[in-house]
């Protein structure tokens, strides 16, 4: 979890303002909550398929 935070650091002195810095983790955030429901749609039809 360190590790994430230090990437965060990294990339925010990237960006010119915090506001956008935020804006691009909550898009990072959001896209890791999308694929996490995918996978757990895939997990559960894959359950259904083998029984």
Request: glycine share 0%; hydrophobic share 50%; aromatic share 10%.
């Amino acid at each position: 979890m360190q590790s994430a935070q230090v990437q965060f650091a990294h990339e925010s002195a990237q960006f010119p303002h915090w506001q956008l810095a935020w804006l691009h983790v909550a898009q990072v955030q959001s896209a890791h909550v999308q694929f996490a429901q995918e996978s757990l749609q895939l997990a559960q039809a894959q359950v259904v398929h083998s029984s």
